[in-house]
Every structure is written in structure tokens, then in C-alpha cells.
């Protein structure tokens, strides 16, 4: 039984959430995917486990930490917080599409919370190795992306500006903590981001890097995670195909392998302690035993 496949998420097309609140304390500055209804929704169901958390707040660091997280602490995100001009008047430790400051630091222009802008499937604030770190948090489900306007993201027109927008700030990083294994002359460059999950990775990380450190309301953040969960079941996903790095001829000998170990291959030594890949589904079962948990474990383990 896959339970990727429509026909399984189906069953629970009468019951999309865990709960008839699990969207209570979201912003409503956020605009969610137009699919959030749609049964095999990845924003559903990062919704669904990830709200759950914020109203079980006690199973935070119990699910993160199954993964190999070792949060500490979490940090309650401040109240009505400013982050220089975009308010997030939130109520919860983890935050649905998180932008940052209002301006986007990353040269994207216009947007807004899940719209039109790099938006983070959800953020939170907590302490990991005695610092104050802000977690950006990637969810994927039943996504797959194969077709060429996902596997060559600086192709065309619109390639042109993302090239020109994101290299202008690598550029800036260049001396003092650029994030990739590149060498001054290499095979290895900017275009083999092509691929939509590296380049989803690649706005994320730089978006941190950008935003640290920071403070919000008062709290001082030093450090950031990029966490990238994904489904285990989602082979298409997880396994690098020939199809998914046509364009990037860099990638050439990761034919096969990961994903999350080519990511972590292609960032430099100093960088690959800011990023952690796992499964989600393979956490469920840290959550405390009540009969939410049991929905979320038949709809998604």
C-alpha cells in the first residue's frame, strides 16, 4: 500500500485535516497553495503534523530529535513580532511561509507570505548547541518534478533574472562564507541548481545567510538550520534521476543517488553543519499517543 498514491489519500478527502482548527493562530497575511485542499497536498500535510505541534507543543523536540535534530529548547516566537517592516502576528512556535523582512534580502522583488516570494514551509526559533537558531523547515509529500520548467530553472527569459538575482548575492558571500564546494575554476557552478528541490535549497540557504544574525523582538539569533523532510516512500523524489540534472552537467556523477546526500555534497565543510535532511513520516511515531496521532500515522507512516 503506497500511501502516496491518490487512491489511498482518497480516504480522507471528508477529513483533509487532522483537526477543524489546525489553521487557528495562522496569520492572515499567509496565502497557502491553491492545492492545500487537494488529498495528496504537501502543504496539507505539513499542516497536519506541524499544526498538530502547536497545539502539542510537548511533542516538538520528541519529534525532531527521532530524526537526529538534538534540539534543547524551543524558544516561543515573539508576540505581534516586526521583522524590519513584515509583522507576523502568529500565535505558535512554528510559523507557516516565513519570508523574512519585508524587503526580500535575496534582490526577489514583491510578494508576500506564500505568494510570489521565496516563502519557508515553516520557521521556528530554538536553541541547538547552546545558540539561539532559526530553523527554516522545507516539506515535501507526493511532490515530484520532472518536466523541463522544473529540471532548468535558468533557462529562458525568466532564467536570465534568476541567475542575475541570485548570483549577485553568492557574489557578496564570495570572501567571507560562501556556502558551496566551489573551486575559482570548476565544473561545478551556479546553473547546476537547476533542478527544482537544489533550487528551493539554494534561495533557502541563501535567505538564511542573509538573515543571520538577526534580532526579533528582542531575541538575538546567531545561528540558522535549513531542514529538508521529505517522504520516504517518494523515491521520484528522493533519488536523483538522468532526467532531473539534464541542465546541470555538474551534477553528472550523483546520477542515482540522493538527494540529500548530493545537497550535502555540494556544500563546502564550514556550511554542511547548518543542514539537516530526513524523513518525516519515519517520526510520527514520537508523537504521544492519542487519537490524532492515530490519524496522522494511518494517513502518512
Given at each position: 500500500?503506497?500511501?502516496?498514491?491518490?487512491?489511498f489519500?482518497?480516504?480522507?478527502?471528508?477529513?483533509?485535516?487532522?483537526?477543524?482548527?489546525i489553521?487557528?493562530?495562522i496569520?492572515?497575511?499567509v496565502?497557502?497553495?491553491d492545492?492545500?485542499?487537494n488529498?495528496?497536498?504537501?502543504?496539507?500535510?505539513?499542516?497536519?503534523?506541524l499544526?498538530?505541534?502547536?497545539q502539542?507543543q510537548?511533542?516538538?523536540?520528541?519529534?525532531f530529535?527521532?530524526?537526529?535534530?538534538?534540539?534543547d529548547q524551543?524558544?516561543?516566537?515573539?508576540k505581534?513580532a516586526?521583522?524590519?517592516?513584515?509583522?507576523?502576528?502568529?500565535?505558535?512556535?512554528?510559523?507557516?511561509?516565513w519570508?523574512?523582512?519585508?524587503q526580500?534580502?535575496?534582490?526577489?522583488?514583491?510578494?508576500?507570505r506564500?505568494?510570489?516570494?521565496?516563502?519557508?514551509?515553516?520557521?521556528?526559533?530554538?536553541?541547538?548547541n547552546?545558540?539561539?537558531t532559526?530553523?527554516f523547515?522545507?516539506?515535501?509529500?507526493?511532490e515530484?518534478?520532472?518536466?523541463q520548467s522544473?529540471t532548468h530553472?535558468?533557462?529562458?527569459k525568466?532564467?536570465?533574472?534568476?541567475?542575475?538575482?541570485?548570483?549577485?548575492?553568492?557574489a557578496?558571500?564570495r570572501n567571507?562564507?560562501f556556502?558551496?564546494n566551489y573551486?575559482?575554476?570548476?565544473?561545478?557552478?551556479?546553473?547546476?541548481?537547476?533542478?527544482?528541490?537544489?533550487?528551493?535549497?539554494?534561495?533557502?540557504t541563501?535567505?538564511?545567510?542573509?538573515?543571520?544574525?538577526?534580532?526579533?523582538?528582542?531575541?538575538?539569533?546567531?545561528?540558522?538550520?535549513i531542514i529538508?523532510?521529505?517522504?520516504?516512500d517518494?523515491?521520484d523524489?528522493?533519488?536523483i534521476?538522468?532526467?532531473?540534472?539534464?541542465y546541470?552537467?555538474?551534477l553528472?556523477s550523483?546520477?542515482?543517488k540522493?538527494?540529500?546526500?548530493?545537497?550535502?555534497?555540494?556544500?563546502?565543510?564550514?556550511?554542511?553543519?547548518?543542514?539537516?535532511?530526513?524523513?518525516?513520516?519515519?517520526a510520527?511515531?514520537a508523537?504521544?499517543?492519542?487519537?490524532?496521532?492515530?490519524?496522522l500515522i494511518?494517513?502518512?507512516e
Amino acid at each position: 500500500m503506497n500511501k502516496l498514491e491518490d487512491s489511498f489519500q482518497k480516504n480522507y478527502s471528508s477529513q483533509q485535516f487532522v483537526n477543524d482548527n489546525i489553521r487557528k493562530g495562522i496569520s492572515t497575511n499567509v496565502k497557502f497553495h491553491d492545492e492545500l485542499m487537494n488529498v495528496r497536498s504537501s502543504a496539507a500535510a505539513c499542516l497536519n503534523v506541524l499544526g498538530h505541534l502547536n497545539q502539542n507543543q510537548e511533542d516538538i523536540i520528541p519529534f525532531f530529535n527521532s530524526m537526529g535534530l538534538k534540539i534543547d529548547q524551543v524558544i516561543r516566537f515573539p508576540k505581534n513580532a516586526s521583522f524590519e517592516g513584515e509583522i507576523y502576528d502568529d500565535d505558535g512556535p512554528i510559523v507557516f511561509e516565513w519570508i523574512g523582512p519585508k524587503q526580500s534580502p535575496i534582490n526577489e522583488k514583491g510578494g508576500s507570505r506564500g505568494q510570489n516570494r521565496t516563502s519557508i514551509d515553516a520557521y521556528m526559533l530554538a536553541e541547538i548547541n547552546g545558540n539561539t537558531t532559526q530553523l527554516f523547515i522545507e516539506w515535501k509529500f507526493t511532490e515530484t518534478y520532472n518536466s523541463q520548467s522544473y529540471t532548468h530553472k535558468f533557462g529562458g527569459k525568466k532564467g536570465i533574472e534568476r541567475l542575475r538575482r541570485y548570483s549577485n548575492i553568492l557574489a557578496k558571500l564570495r570572501n567571507d562564507s560562501f556556502p558551496f564546494n566551489y573551486k575559482e575554476e570548476d565544473t561545478l557552478g551556479l546553473f547546476d541548481f537547476s533542478y527544482e528541490p537544489l533550487y528551493q535549497l539554494l534561495r533557502m540557504t541563501l535567505l538564511a545567510k542573509m538573515t543571520t544574525p538577526t534580532t526579533l523582538n528582542g531575541v538575538k539569533i546567531v545561528d540558522y538550520k535549513i531542514i529538508h523532510l521529505t517522504h520516504s516512500d517518494n523515491s521520484d523524489l528522493n533519488i536523483i534521476s538522468e532526467n532531473h540534472i539534464t541542465y546541470s552537467p555538474g551534477l553528472s556523477s550523483f546520477r542515482g543517488k540522493s538527494l540529500h546526500e548530493t545537497w550535502l555534497s555540494i556544500l563546502n565543510q564550514s556550511e554542511k553543519g547548518h543542514h539537516f535532511m530526513a524523513y518525516w513520516n519515519k517520526a510520527l511515531n514520537a508523537l504521544s499517543n492519542n487519537k490524532e496521532k492515530e490519524y496522522l500515522i494511518q494517513r502518512y507512516e
